[in-house]
């Protein structure tokens, strides 16, 4: 199994453009999160789908940031317009089942954000 | 949200036992432990898990208090590839049947050859 595949692993972009960051899932995995990663907050909870759903979005920083799963193994989180407080790593993970106690989560390589 | 508490670093020697405290003065009954730990440069990967019964598995032991109200990861031979951030995280219930991850800054882990 390849895990979690995230693209880019990096970007560099201008302030006011639009960012685009994808995720694919392991094969038969339910749930996906989405989380950024800074120095100041550590890692925090963006989104988090379960089958295809949006369960929770309250980390969501603002109406910039947008992610969606078109389908069962792939999603997109995306900025509009980036602005550089969003310079980060962005983590996708997925799980079995994100509604256990017990479920472990599984995290791609990350995509190193840098808006300038 | 229920927090943990952790020292920011720590240090160890090679080949040595490990022990990563984790203060969790605020679990809720229902809430479960969960160890994960990120090397350089990459993401994070689970450790282990409990409940209320201190845990093991090929990587690490976990030793939960009984009140609960802290735990204890322990790396029983550290090696250099252990060096990395260990994060205690409580899984919590919220909106029915989803749980979700809270997460701290964890306690970066030196390893001396």
């Known amino acids: 199994d390849a895990g979690v595949i995230q693209s880019p692993r990096h970007e560099v972009t201008e302030m006011g453009q639009e960012v685009t960051l994808r995720c694919k899932l392991i094969s038969g995995h339910n749930s996906l999160f989405w989380y950024r990663q800074t120095m100041m907050r550590g890692l925090e909870l963006l989104i988090y789908?379960?089958?295809?759903?949006?369960?929770?979005d309250s980390g969501m920083p603002e109406d910039r940031f947008s992610a969606k799963m078109p389908n069962a193994s792939f999603s997109t989180l995306k900025i509009q317009p980036s602005e550089p407080r969003d310079s980060a790593v962005y983590f996708c993970?997925?799980?079995?089942?994100?509604?256990?106690?017990?479920?472990?989560?599984?995290f791609g390589p990350g995509t190193r954000l840098t808006v300038l | 949200d229920a927090k943990t508490t952790q020292p920011n670093s720590m240090e160890s020697n090679e080949e040595e036992p490990v022990h990563l405290p984790c203060n969790h003065s605020?679990?809720?009954?229902?809430?479960?432990i969960h160890w994960y730990r990120q090397l350089p440069s990459q993401g994070p990967e689970y450790v282990i898990h409990g409940l209320t019964s201190n845990v093991n598995n090929r990587m690490a032991s976990l030793a939960i208090a009984e009140d609960r109200k802290s735990s204890t990861l322990i790396l029983h031979r550290a090696t250099l590839r252990d060096a990395a951030v260990y994060y205690c995280i409580l899984c919590q219930d919220y909106a029915g049947n989803n749980r979700k991850l809270i997460w701290g800054l964890g306690t970066s882990l030196a390893v001396n050859p």
């Open positions: 789908f379960n089958n295809n759903v949006p369960i929770d």
């Open positions: 993970a997925s799980s079995l089942a994100g509604g256990l106690s017990t479920d472990t989560q599984y």
């Open positions: 605020t679990i809720s009954g229902t809430d479960y």
